[in-house]
Nanobody, 119 residues
């Protein structure tokens, strides 16, 4: 299973960015899809997650600013980031859990996309 993330870049404080991540390969079903982020010198942390039933979870620091969504038919997950702050600067990684066609579970990570919030 491979994940391809896109959408990072440089944005001014208060601006918006949308990240997308597409999963491909031998996928029978997908469970939770998530975005993690890692700022320089800090540990990777969960930013947002969405389950297969559509339930969402957000880090307190991004609540009311970020929106996670998924397209089940296309095996994609997106993160709409609004009102961005300099402290949102990080490399963002998508993470997907699921089951392959032949039954084994997988937990895949995308390659990371850099988001820089700066004036």
């Amino acid at each position: 299973v491979q994940l391809q993330a896109s959408g990072g870049g440089l944005v001014q404080p208060g601006g918006s960015l949308r990240l997308s991540c597409a999963a491909s390969g031998s996928i029978r079903s997908i469970g939770t899809m998530a975005w993690y982020r890692q700022a320089p010198t800090k540990q990777r942390e969960l930013a947002a997650a969405i389950t297969d039933s559509g339930s969402t979870d957000y880090a307190d620091s991004v609540k009311d600013r970020f929106i996670i969504s998924r397209d089940i038919a296309r095996n994609t997950v997106s993160l709409q980031m609004n009102s961005l702050k300099p402290e949102d600067t990080a490399t963002y990684y998508c993470n997907v859990e699921g089951t392959r066609y032949y039954g084994s579970r997988f937990n895949a990570w995308g390659q990371g996309t850099l988001v820089t919030v700066s004036s």
